[in-house]
C-alpha cells in the first residue's frame, strides 16, 4: 500500500514537472513575441523618426524658398517694368546682378515712387537674361534667336558679368570700329576722339571727351562702354576717368582713382573689371595698380608692381594672365617685364625684352603670340617690334614698322590684322599708322588720322 501511494505522489510530481515545464515554454515563447514586437516596434518609431526629420527638412527648404520668393524685386530696365524675385537674380554668383540684389548694397539702389530699381539697359532683350537666370543650366533659347538677337543679348550678357555663364566658350563678336581718345598733336594735349570704321578703313571725328587727355590709357568696361582714365590736361596729372558710350557717342564722369596716373595702364581682368598699373602722379613714377569693379563702380587698391612703371604697355595673355612691357622707373628705359596671375592676383618677373621701351603698345596677335611696337630706348624712337611666343614665353625679334613710334597704340582689328596708330617718331606727332599682315608678319601702309596724336 505505501509504496502505491508513493508511485502516485511520484506520477502526481511528474505532472506537475511537466506542466511547470511547459508553462515556462509558453512564457518563453510570449517573451520572444514581446522581444519582436518591441524591436518592430523600434524600428517603426525610427522610420516615423526619419519621416519627421526629412518631412522638418523639406518644410524648412519650402520656408526659405517661400521667403526668397515672397522678396519680390520690382524692376525698371530702360523703361520696361519687371517682377522677379531675389533668388532669381542671385542665382548666378560673382554677376553685377548677384551683387545689386544679394543684399549687401540695397542702400545704394535707385528706387522710383513705385519701389522699383532702375537699371538704364535695354530692357527688351533683359527678358532673355531674367529667362537664363530662371534656369541657368539650360541655354536652349540663345539657339532659337536670329544672329542680331544673339548679339544683342551677348552685349548685355556682357555688361551684367553674365557672358560666360550664357555663352560659354564661343568667341567674342569682332569689334566693327576702333575708338581713339585724347593724346598730344604737338601743340596742344587733345579732348577729342576718332573712330575708326573697320569696313572702309577711314576715320571719322568722334565725341569730344570731359577733359584734354594727353598720355592716357582705355579699355573696354563692357561691350557699350569706354573707360578713358587718368593722363595730363597741361596743368597737373589727372585722377579723373570719363565712361564713353558707344552707341550714342557720349562721355560722362567715370569714377575716380585713387591716386593721380598720367602714362598708366590698363587691362581688362574679365567682364566688368579692370586693372590699372603704375603711370607718373605728379612726384614720381608709380608701382600701385588699382582695380575698378563695375557691379561697386569704385576702384579699390590692387596688387603691387615689382617695379615701378610709367608708359608701359599691358596687354591680357589668355584667360587667367595679363603683361606689363617696358616703360621707365624714373631712371631710365626698361626692357622687363612683369605677370600678373589672375588668381593669385600678384605680379612675378616675365621675359625680358630684346630692347628697353619706353612708351611702347602691345596687343595680342592670335592665341599664340603676343606684339610689342615701338617705344624709346633712351636714344631714339623705335621703328623696331618684338613678338612674344606664349608657349616658350621668350621674346624674338619682329617685323619693322613704317614709322619710329614712341606714344603709339596698337590693337588686333580682326583675325590676320594688327593695327598701330600715331606716336611721335623723335621729329613730330604722327597722323600715319600701320597695319601688320599676321599671314606674311610685314607692315603696310593704314589710314590716316585726322589728327596728329601720340601719347
Given at each position: 500500500?505505501?509504496?502505491?501511494?508513493?508511485?502516485?505522489?511520484?506520477?502526481?510530481?511528474?505532472?506537475?514537472?511537466?506542466?511547470v515545464?511547459?508553462?515556462?515554454?509558453?512564457?518563453?515563447?510570449?517573451?520572444?513575441?514581446?522581444?519582436?514586437?518591441?524591436?518592430?516596434?523600434?524600428?517603426?518609431?525610427?522610420?516615423?523618426?526619419?519621416?519627421?526629420?526629412?518631412?522638418?527638412?523639406?518644410?524648412?527648404?519650402?520656408?526659405?524658398?517661400?521667403?526668397?520668393?515672397?522678396?519680390?524685386?520690382?524692376?525698371?530696365?530702360?523703361?520696361?517694368?519687371?517682377?522677379?524675385?531675389?533668388?532669381?537674380?542671385?542665382?548666378?554668383?560673382?554677376?553685377?546682378?548677384?551683387?545689386?540684389?544679394?543684399?549687401?548694397?540695397?542702400?545704394?539702389?535707385?528706387?522710383?515712387?513705385?519701389?522699383?530699381?532702375?537699371?538704364?539697359?535695354?530692357?527688351?532683350?533683359?527678358?532673355?537674361?531674367?529667362?537664363?537666370?530662371?534656369?541657368?543650366?539650360?541655354?536652349?533659347?540663345?539657339?532659337?534667336?536670329?544672329?542680331?538677337?544673339?548679339?544683342?543679348?551677348?552685349?548685355?550678357?556682357?555688361?551684367y558679368?553674365?557672358?560666360?555663364?550664357?555663352?560659354?566658350?564661343?568667341?567674342?563678336?569682332?569689334?566693327?570700329?576702333?575708338?581713339?581718345?585724347?593724346?598730344?598733336?604737338?601743340?596742344?594735349?587733345?579732348?577729342?576722339?576718332?573712330?575708326?570704321?573697320?569696313?572702309?578703313?577711314?576715320?571719322?571725328?568722334?565725341?569730344?571727351?570731359l577733359?584734354?587727355?594727353?598720355?592716357?590709357?582705355?579699355?573696354?568696361?563692357?561691350?557699350?562702354?569706354?573707360?578713358?582714365v587718368?593722363?595730363?590736361?597741361?596743368?597737373?596729372?589727372?585722377?579723373?576717368?570719363?565712361m564713353?558710350?558707344?552707341?550714342?557717342m557720349?562721355?560722362?564722369?567715370?569714377?575716380?582713382?585713387?591716386?593721380?596716373?598720367?602714362?598708366?595702364?590698363?587691362?581688362?581682368?574679365?567682364?566688368?573689371?579692370?586693372?590699372?598699373?603704375?603711370?607718373?602722379?605728379?612726384?614720381?613714377?608709380?608701382?600701385?595698380?588699382?582695380?575698378?569693379?563695375?557691379a561697386?563702380?569704385?576702384?579699390?587698391?590692387?596688387?603691387?608692381?615689382?617695379t615701378?612703371?610709367?608708359?608701359?604697355?599691358?596687354?591680357?595673355?589668355?584667360?587667367?594672365?595679363?603683361?606689363?612691357?617696358?616703360?621707365?622707373?624714373?631712371?631710365?628705359?626698361?626692357?622687363?617685364?612683369?605677370?600678373?596671375?589672375?588668381?593669385?592676383?600678384?605680379?612675378?618677373?616675365?621675359?625680358?625684352?630684346?630692347?628697353?621701351?619706353?612708351?611702347?603698345?602691345?596687343?595680342?596677335?592670335?592665341?599664340?603670340?603676343?606684339?610689342?611696337?615701338?617705344?624709346?630706348?633712351?636714344?631714339?624712337?623705335?621703328?623696331?617690334?618684338?613678338?612674344?611666343?606664349?608657349?616658350?614665353?621668350?621674346?624674338?625679334?619682329?617685323?619693322?614698322?613704317?614709322?619710329?613710334?614712341?606714344?603709339c597704340?596698337?590693337?588686333?582689328?580682326?583675325?590676320?590684322?594688327?593695327?598701330?596708330?600715331?606716336?611721335?617718331?623723335?621729329?613730330?606727332?604722327?597722323?600715319?599708322?600701320?597695319?601688320?599682315?599676321?599671314?606674311?608678319?610685314?607692315?603696310?601702309?593704314?589710314?590716316?588720322?585726322?589728327?596728329?596724336?601720340?601719347?
Amino acid at each position: 500500500a505505501l509504496s502505491a501511494a508513493l508511485d502516485a505522489v511520484r506520477s502526481t510530481a511528474f505532472d506537475h514537472i511537466e506542466a511547470v515545464r511547459g508553462a515556462e515554454a509558453a512564457l518563453a515563447a510570449v517573451v520572444e513575441r514581446l522581444a519582436a514586437d518591441r524591436s518592430a516596434l523600434k524600428a517603426e518609431r525610427d522610420a516615423l523618426a526619419r519621416e519627421q526629420a526629412e518631412l522638418e527638412a523639406e518644410r524648412s527648404l519650402v520656408r526659405l524658398l517661400g521667403e526668397r520668393q515672397r522678396g519680390a524685386v520690382l524692376l525698371d530696365v530702360g523703361g520696361v517694368h519687371f517682377k522677379t524675385s531675389r533668388m532669381t537674380l542671385t542665382a548666378v554668383p560673382g554677376s553685377m546682378l548677384e551683387a545689386m540684389f544679394s543684399g549687401r548694397h540695397d542702400g545704394l539702389l535707385e528706387l522710383d515712387a513705385e519701389g522699383r530699381a532702375f537699371i538704364d539697359r535695354d530692357g527688351a532683350v533683359f527678358s532673355h537674361i531674367l529667362n537664363f537666370l530662371r534656369e541657368p543650366s539650360s541655354r536652349a533659347f540663345l539657339a532659337a534667336l536670329s544672329e542680331t538677337e544673339r548679339q544683342a543679348v551677348r552685349r548685355e550678357a556682357h555688361y551684367y558679368m553674365l557672358e560666360e555663364a550664357m555663352f560659354g566658350g564661343e568667341a567674342p563678336p569682332l569689334p566693327r570700329r576702333l575708338l581713339l581718345a585724347g593724346g598730344h598733336d604737338g601743340t596742344v594735349g587733345l579732348d577729342s576722339m576718332e573712330v575708326l570704321d573697320l569696313a572702309s578703313m577711314s576715320f571719322e571725328l568722334g565725341p569730344r571727351m570731359l577733359a584734354r587727355r594727353d598720355d592716357c590709357s582705355a579699355a573696354l568696361l563692357g561691350p557699350g562702354c569706354l573707360l578713358v582714365v587718368g593722363g595730363y590736361d597741361g596743368h597737373g596729372c589727372l585722377d579723373t576717368t570719363e565712361m564713353v558710350d558707344l552707341e550714342n557717342m557720349t562721355s560722362a564722369p567715370g569714377p575716380r582713382l585713387s591716386t593721380r596716373r598720367d602714362g598708366c595702364a590698363v587691362v581688362a581682368l574679365g567682364p566688368g573689371t579692370l586693372l590699372v598699373a603704375g603711370g607718373y602722379d605728379g612726384n614720381s613714377q608709380l608701382d600701385t595698380t588699382e582695380v575698378l569693379d563695375a557691379a561697386s563702380m569704385a576702384f579699390r587698391p590692387g596688387p603691387r608692381l615689382q617695379t615701378r612703371r610709367s608708359h608701359c604697355a599691358a596687354a591680357r595673355l589668355g584667360a587667367g594672365r595679363a603683361i606689363m612691357a617696358g616703360g621707365h622707373d624714373g631712371e631710365c628705359q626698361l626692357d622687363s617685364t612683369e605677370i600678373l596671375d589672375f588668381t593669385a592676383m600678384a605680379f612675378s618677373p616675365g621675359p625680358r625684352m630684346t630692347a628697353r621701351r619706353a612708351g611702347c603698345s602691345a596687343a595680342p596677335l592670335d592665341g599664340r603670340r603676343l606684339l610689342v611696337a615701338g617705344g624709346h630706348d633712351g636714344v631714339s624712337a623705335l621703328e623696331s617690334t618684338e613678338v612674344l611666343d606664349l608657349a616658350s614665353m621668350a621674346f624674338a625679334p619682329g617685323p619693322s614698322m613704317g614709322a619710329r613710334r614712341w606714344g603709339c597704340a596698337a590693337t588686333l582689328m580682326e583675325p590676320g590684322r594688327a593695327l598701330v596708330v600715331g606716336g611721335h617718331d623723335g621729329s613730330e606727332r604722327l597722323g600715319s599708322t600701320d597695319v601688320l599682315v599676321l599671314a606674311t608678319m610685314a607692315f603696310e601702309p593704314g589710314p590716316r588720322m585726322r589728327t596728329r596724336r601720340d601719347g
